[in-house]
């Protein structure tokens, strides 16, 4: 594994990696780290800046700390792994691949993610995040575990608002503020937390090396678009 400096050897050394693992140094506030990377993996020490990710077409990128706003924007493909909490905007319009944030995130996460076909975009969230979470969802899945929440609100106002596929799994029995009467809340029976849930929070415990059997623990709750209004039967079902 090789290491760069980024105030050193700057951001075309990293752009140059190829398919390589590399470990990324001195970060603090450089934007588009990783942007549009098809290959190879990124070990990212410090905080980098917006855009961490943005349109990443395969590969993994790993941060050691906290990222800012627009992680993973429009991605298609591969592992953002942030072991620290993330800012506004994560995983805005995802198009496919996983988003594991081991802490909160911020206002408007998961916006207009969406699926199609074999495509699934998955974001998972530890901790907490604010509002506007999955607003205008298009298809695939989030998971908010809100990891030492426990009998708080582990979302912000209008959670879910506009979206017409996909699913919102929140691992609480509190309705999340605001919520629009135009969507579905349920409560998770067994066989789709095994199912469903499982495979994702096992891969998504391995990575930051936490135990999967406490992030399932306790009850979650379902948020779905009403597949009987209209609108919603314009776009794929997922």
């Known amino acids: 594994m090789r290491e760069l400096d980024i105030r050193r050897d700057g951001m075309e050394a990293i752009r140059k990696h190829g398919s390589e693992e590399i470990t990324i140094t001195g970060c603090l506030g450089e934007r588009y780290i990783g942007c549009g990377m098809r290959s190879g993996t990124l070990h990212v020490k410090g905080t980098p800046g917006n855009a961490l990710a943005s349109y990443l077409d395969g590969g993994s990128v790993y941060v050691d700390g906290n ?43 998961g916006v207009h993610m969406k699926a199609y076909e074999e495509n699934r975009s998955i974001l998972v969230i530890g901790g907490r995040t604010g509002s506007f979470l999955g607003e205008y969802l298009a298809g695939g899945i989030i998971i908010v575990l809100g990891l030492g929440d426990e009998g708080e609100d582990i979302t912000g106002y209008f959670c879910g608002n506009g979206m017409y596929a996909g699913t919102i799994y929140l691992r609480t029995e509190r309705i999340p503020p605001n919520l ?28 930051f090396s936490i135990s999967a059997d406490q992030c399932l623990s306790g009850s979650f709750i379902a948020i779905e678009a009403d597949k009987s209004k209209s609108y919603s039967q314009l776009y794929a079902a997922v």
């Open 67 to 109: 990222a800012q706003d627009a992680a993973a924007d429009t991605m298609n493909s591969g592992l953002v792994a942030i072991r620290g909490c993330a800012g506004d905007a994560l995983a805005y319009g995802m198009r496919g691949g996983r988003v594991y944030v081991l802490g909160d995130a911020g206002y408007r996460a």
């Open 180 to 207: 629009s009467d135009k969507l579905i809340r349920r409560n998770v029976e067994e066989e789709e937390k095994e199912d469903v849930l499982r495979p994702i929070i096992t891969d998504f415990a391995s990575v």
